[in-house]
């Protein structure tokens, strides 16, 4: 074979993949034909030309199964219509299309379809539908959409806003890995049964607001916008773990009947759980927190904060918020509790009933020191102060034994100085004393001096002279004072 004949052949080849691989086109009106007739439209890898207009059809209804396999539809409208059968458009192109009220009575399966601009608002979905894989370039609606089965949305790319007002899933949803650009609105949406939104992606706002979910997954999603949970009802197991909200989380009134998960979590903006509702174990164990989490106002049946992470200058609110159980140690959150007396009881009441006595301990502590700040100058605020340094406001009896210590050592200076006492040569026998020489007391004397008065009373080798008698009975008496706060700062914390 010459390289002429060579050639040819691979020119002539290549044109016939060419044309082999070209779409076939057809008319929409055929397809309509066809429906009208009651045949069942089944194609693959062919381009509608004209507009696919079904919402024209006698009785609005395809009565047969109806499937566009890998086909590009420049415009549709399914406005209206009632698919009796199952309805595929698996890998299909669309341009303009709408589904508005639309009821699908089997299987719809948009799987690995994708829309320039579609709309979904007011569809029926009886049977299982399928959009796993689609993708959305502009925004969406699905509002007021029912779905009687499951709604599989998994790995789905929404690139414009997504609207799911209103509607109900009453069967298991997933949502995971979807990819939402936009805003997406699920505002009074009802998810009665799993909804699962694992590793999915919210760029925009997310807005469940009056959302009712059940056993909802959100397991390491990422809201990149603000995440609005407002008065949303969270029954079943209600899971956050490992998720990530770059924005603002609001789940402000919303109430979570059963348990909760939100540990491993990062809340990069403000944590919002203001007259939100727990009724039963909530856990942000190893969550991490860069802004304040407010909880006023709230109710916590059982909560878990093990481990968890807050960021310097970050607050933990807890204005009249209901404590029933708040695991966590005070060392933890000792930096980050906002300050008011209401919240701060309720935490020293919450580690009584837990049995962590030093967490109590040092959690009313901070309490009163916090309370004392806010006083203004006055015998109460004296008082507190007082109290504070002799005893640590009752909870820290080693600081009664400090005081106790530097008064010793401060008396037994002062005697030892200003040759305060002296001791007689020998013993006294008698009330006066006889053939005595006194001598000057050592350091050593005037520390066991001080010492016995403190406890009791001075030894009787040892006299006080001139106005150093009036400082014996200072000291005697604030031996008594410290003595009897030592041993009642002790009593309490030993006797607990």
Not at 67 to 74: G, K, M, S
Not at 329 to 343: F, L, M, R, T
Not at 353 to 360: A, H, I, S, V, Y
Request: proline share 3%; glycine share 8%.
């Amino acid at each position: 074979m010459s390289w002429l004949s060579l050639v040819f052949a691979i020119v002539l080849a290549m044109a016939l993949v060419s044309l082999g691989g070209a779409q076939q086109s057809l008319p929409a009106q055929k397809i309509l034909s066809q429906i009208a007739a009651g045949q069942s439209v089944h194609y693959d890898g062919i381009a509608i030309t004209g507009d696919l207009d079904l919402s024209t059809l006698p009785g609005a209804q395809v009565p047969a199964s109806f499937a566009l396999f890998n086909c590009t539809i420049p415009d549709a409208s399914f406005e209206g219509i009632t698919f009796a059968e199952d309805a595929f458009f698996w890998g299909s192109s669309f341009g303009n299309a709408s589904f508005e009220r639309a009821t699908f009575l089997g299987r719809a399966d948009f799987a690995n379809t994708s829309f320039r601009q579609a709309s979904f608002a007011g569809c029926t979905f009886y049977q299982p539908a399928l959009f796993g894989g689609a993708l959305f370039e502009n925004d969406l609606s699905f509002e007021d959409t029912a779905f009687g089965l499951d709604a599989s949305f998994h790995d789905v790319r929404f690139l414009g806003k997504v609207d799911f007002n209103y509607s109900d899933f009453d069967s298991y949803s997933y949502f995971a890995a979807a990819e939402f650009s936009g805003d997406a609105f699920f505002s009074d949406v009802d998810l009665s049964a799993t909804s699962d939104f694992s590793a999915a992606t919210f760029s925009g706002q997310a807005n469940f607001i009056r959302s009712r979910l059940n056993e909802p997954y959100f397991g390491d999603v990422l809201f990149s916008g603000p995440a609005q949970f407002g008065m949303a009802r969270f029954s079943g197991l209600t899971s956050f773990g490992g998720a990530v909200f770059a924005d603002e989380a609001g789940f402000g009134l919303a109430r979570f009947s059963d348990a909760a998960y939100f540990s491993g979590a990062h809340f990069q903006d403000l944590a919002l759980f203001g007259l939100a509702r727990f009724e039963d174990i909530v856990t942000f164990q190893d969550a991490r927190f860069d802004g304040d989490l407010n909880f006023k106002s709230g109710s916590i049946t059982s909560l878990l904060f093990d481990e968890a992470e807050l960021k310097e200058g970050s607050r933990i609110i807890l204005n009249d918020t209901e404590i029933n159980l708040f695991r966590a140690h005070w060392k933890e959150i000792q930096d980050h509790v906002a300050w008011q007396p209401g919240a701060y009881l309720a935490l020293v009441e919450n580690y009584r009933r837990l049995g962590w006595l030093e967490d109590e301990d040092d959690c009313y502590y901070q309490y009163r020191k916090l309370d004392q700040a806010s006083k203004g100058w006055g015998w109460s605020k004296i008082i507190d102060i007082l109290a504070w340094l002799s005893c640590g406001y009752g909870v820290r009896p080693s600081y009664a034994v400090v005081w106790s210590l530097l008064t010793i050592l401060i008396f037994g200076l002062v005697f030892w100085i200003g040759d305060g006492i002296r001791r007689s040569s020998k013993p006294l026998s008698g009330p006066v004393e006889k053939d005595s020489i006194p001598e000057r007391a050592t350091l050593r004397n005037a520390l066991f001096f001080s010492t016995m008065i403190f406890l009791s009373q001075g030894p009787i080798d040892f006299l006080p002279m001139g106005r150093h008698r009036y400082y014996v009975m200072l000291e005697m008496i604030l031996g008594w004072l410290l003595l009897a706060l030592f041993l009642v700062t002790l009593g309490r914390v030993m006797i607990r």
